[in-house]
């Protein structure tokens, strides 16, 4: 079901009771990027370097979909329901958002639907501007002070105020009419001064509103009420039903942070991210904080694709990207029974032709979640639902990490374990270098594998069962033949492990918070909201979106066999 702001208000009802009565959540999204320039993927990241590039990622793209999937088991049919919800979502007028434009030509060679996207895109904001707004809303009066009358000396002027007044008070008197439209193609600028400055103040249970006509200009909207009171009270129920729609997508969040239902994603750290940056606060510098302010807020979170790594599946299917996993699932092993919602809707296993639409990439996320732990479960799987299955305790609150060497997760409950990389060779050389150069500098390894870091950095990986003193020996023999300019090194070697990296170039950071100092967001109101020690994004950063096209690589060092990525060929 495509959720945009036209349909947003009537369905969002449906929306918060399918997450509340559900068993688990699956989730996907799309944005307008994956990798900024200078931000690519290594094989041999660290952690904490792997996740500031997410973390730029997240800051840089917008995210203009996002897909939400809820199944609930029914012990009596044996069967899951579901139901599917797209949302279309547009970021506030001035945000900086930058735009890859290869992966919107993806998108929409997979059928997006931009027109509807820009058109009737859904507004959002980070919990904490929506705690701050609120308070600000409280402190605000209702109505300013009450304008000065003008003095009227034409006869003109007295003729139109004496006829307005008439008009009123005959539609004070009509018990039938509960608003007037007063034409705003005879009404002068001075003439809607007269009416707001004089007229109003004799008729205090009067709203007087300027509206937009057909014709493109503007009308003034007379409402009456029984009482002052009554009018203030509309007042404020209109202006908090403005907010509740600046607000938008992010009533939605919420009742997931409140729901403490499981997120299921598919190789989802970078979902995470954009979820967090867009919906709730800025995303903190270090890792560690990263992990306690999602487990703070999500307290179960399962990635389907380190599930689709391990036995039996990895067996059997060789492509855990999402797609070619779903395929496999379905068509090799015996997922249960589905079914829609009552009176909602969602798709079939049977679609085809809708990936990369993140309502349809959710559920096929939980439906291979589902699948897969059916597979694992076997005979005793229709006892109970699924997410109950002491199986899960191996994946929980652990991601995937795409595309790395030796950190195959990240562990949102745990420390992470760090890898041995005291045998990877460390090496600068010149631009002009090829693999060629790096083999032949290395010919006394029977075997290799070469990850560039950029056009001067790279690490060489001995594929072969070696210890450290034959690597010691061997670094010495490539001191004895290293040309002037290429310098060689092992990973631990140097202070901190620093290396020149890409990444170094990105804008300095300001210090991360505390992560004793986040909260649980579905718990703070508004007034804690507005006191947390994370800041919105300052004004400045506001500008027109831009484009950022990402050339190809460099002298054929950054191809499929390389440690540096530029598109995800398996998410």
């Known amino acids: 079901m495509e959720i945009t702001k036209r349909n947003f208000k009537s369905l969002l009802p449906n929306i918060l009771d399918a997450i509340e009565k559900c068993d688990f959540i699956a989730i996907d999204a799309e944005f307008t990027g994956l990798r900024p320039t200078g931000y690519n993927l290594c094989e041999l990241d660290t952690l904490e370097e792997r996740y500031a590039k997410i973390r730029h990622s997240a800051q840089q793209y917008g995210m203009i979909q996002f897909g939400i999937s809820t199944f609930r088991y029914s012990p009596n049919t044996k069967r899951y329901t579901h139901a599917t919800f797209c949302f279309y979502l547009l970021a506030k007028p001035g945000a900086n958002e930058v735009i890859d434009t290869s992966s919107l030509n993806f998108l929409a060679n997979n059928g997006f639907d931009f027109n509807k996207l820009y058109k009737d895109g859904l507004p959002y904001m980070t919990l904490k501007e929506e705690g701050e707004k609120k308070l600000k809303l409280k402190e605000t009066p209702l109505e300013g002070t009450k304008p000065s009358p003008v003095k ?44 707001y400055n004089n007229i109003a103040a004799k008729f205090e249970n009067i709203l007087i509103q300027s509206v937009n006509c057909d014709t493109g200009g503007k009308n003034l909207l007379l409402k009456k009420f029984n009482s002052v009171t009554a009018r203030l009270q509309h007042l404020e129920e209109e202006r908090q039903q403005n907010l509740d729609e600046k607000i938008g997508f992010t009533h939605v969040i919420r009742k997931l942070l409140e729901s403490d239902k499981p997120l299921v994603g598919h190789n989802c750290f970078l ?64 997922p249960p029974l589905f079914e829609v919602e009552s009176g909602l809707e969602s798709h079939s296993i049977r679609d085809s032709s809708k990936a990369h639409d993140a309502g349809y990439d959710a559920f096929m996320t939980g439906v291979c979640f589902v699948s897969m732990l059916k597979t694992l479960e076997g005979p005793r799987w229709t006892k109970k639902s699924l997410v109950e299955s002491k199986h899960l305790l191996l994946y929980a609150n652990r991601i995937n ?78 001191h004895a033949t290293c040309p002037p300019l290429v310098h060689v090194r092992l990973y631990n070697d140097s202070a901190g492990s620093k290396r020149k990296s890409e990444s170094d170039s990105g804008p300095a950071e300001s210090l991360a918070p505390n992560p004793k100092e986040f909260k649980r967001l579905k718990s703070v109101g508004s007034s804690q909201l507005s006191q947390m020690t994370l800041e919105s994004p300052s004004a400045d950063d506001n500008h027109k979106m831009i484009t950022d096209d990402i050339g190809g690589s460099k002298g054929g060092k950054n191809d499929v066999t390389d440690g540096v990525f530029q598109v995800p060929d398996d998410w």
């Open 152 to 195: 009227v000396t034409e006869i003109a002027a007295k003729t139109f105020l004496k006829e307005t007044e008439n008009k009123i008070v005959a539609f004070m008197k009509d018990e039938n009419c509960q608003e007037m439209i007063l034409e705003g193609k005879t009404l002068t600028g001075f003439h809607r001064k007269l009416i």
């Open 271 to 334: 979902d995470i991210a954009h979820l967090f940056e867009k919906m709730v606060m800025p995303l903190p510098e270090k890792v560690e904080a990263f992990k306690k302010m999602v487990l703070t807020n999500f307290p179960l979170i399962y990635d389907t694709k380190l599930i689709a790594k391990d036995p039996p599946f990895s067996a059997d299917i060789p492509n855990t990207g999402l797609e070619a996993l779903f395929g496999d699932l379905c068509n090799k092993y015996d």
């Open 401 to 478: 990490i795409m595309h790395s060497y030796d950190i195959p997760l990240i562990n949102l409950s745990a420390s992470d374990a760090q890898p041995d990389r005291s045998k990877i060779f460390v090496v600068e050389c010149p631009e002009s270098w090829s693999q060629a150069d790096v083999y032949g500098l290395f010919s006394l390894l029977k075997s290799l594998k070469i990850v560039w870091v950029n056009s001067t950095s790279l690490y060489v990986i001995p594929t072969e069962e070696i210890d450290m003193k034959t690597c010691r020996k061997h670094l010495k023999a490539i």
